[in-house]
């Protein structure tokens, strides 16, 4: 069986327990923590399909960096918290609640995570004479997102354990270039794994799905937009998100 089979039957297992533990601790935010996890997942397939140091492992390797950063952040930060806002609402408004949280929470993102993953499922199935020079792009690109996200995560948790902030949201550093720079560092990671199938992968060009898929859910969706509905009516939020940009960061020249 091959990694697209296998990662197909890996994600269901996975989400499924997923969803298991959420009924018994009463909490869907677990999605969000599982989430980067799920990528492994897919990547740790790969690896056993393609044992030896080669491209295929440096790219299995990035996501692992990748994926549990991300899921070991949302824990700490969730660790003693309420259910998040977005799935709090849904459990008092959703009709069968639990059927439609395994199928549209947790099935569903393991489609997306699935459709992602492109980059790695593609070259693992699909390897060729790798194109260093391209490869070196793909690399620097991914590293340049992964520093934007790992820096604005820590601007922002610095920023939130001031006792007297200077003001009430988050709005220098990378903050100031963008408002989700955390966003647009993970979509630009996707973009970097895909110049690195177009390097590897026979079919690398069909990777493109990756972060064209990552940035319209993170711009359009899932992202930006249910994150920002929170503080639409606040006037200092109006008032930051007049000056700076959602998404593609811009540099501010005095």
């Not at 897919?42 to 899921?71: E, H, K």
């Not at 966003?183 to 079919?203: N, P, R, V």
């Amino acid at each position: 069986m091959n990694s697209f089979y296998l990662s197909i039957l890996a994600l269901f297992i996975y989400m499924s327990v997923l969803f298991v533990i959420s009924v018994l601790i009463k909490k869907n935010s677990i999605a969000d923590i599982g989430y980067g996890i799920g990528f492994v997942v897919v990547a740790t397939i790969g690896l056993y399909q393609n044992m030896g140091l080669n491209y295929q492992t440096i790219m299995t390797a990035l996501v692992f960096l990748w994926g549990f950063r991300l899921a070991l952040r949302i824990g700490l930060r969730n660790y003693k918290k309420p259910e998040d806002f977005r799935y709090a609402q849904w459990r008092k408004t959703w009709k069968y609640f639990y059927l439609r949280s395994y199928f549209q929470v947790f099935l569903f993102q393991g489609i997306i995570i699935y459709i992602i993953s492109a980059p790695i499922l593609l070259s693992d199935l699909y390897p060729k004479t790798a194109n260093k020079f391209i490869f070196g792009i793909g690399l620097l690109i991914w590293v340049g997102g992964y520093l934007f996200e790992v820096i604005g995560d820590y601007q922002l948790d610095e920023f939130l354990k001031l006792p007297k902030k200077p003001s009430k949201y988050m709005t220098s550093g990378l903050w100031s270039l963008t408002r989700h720079p955390n966003y647009f560092g993970e979509a630009t990671m996707w973009f970097g794994l895909f110049i690195i199938s177009l390097a590897i992968s026979k079919f690398g060009i069909y990777a493109a799905v990756s972060p064209i898929l990552i940035t319209f859910l993170l711009t359009k969706v899932s992202g930006i937009p249910m994150v920002e509905k929170r503080w639409e009516k606040d006037k200092l939020w109006q008032k930051y998100k007049k000056s700076t940009p959602a998404f593609f960061p811009r540099i501010r020249i005095k």
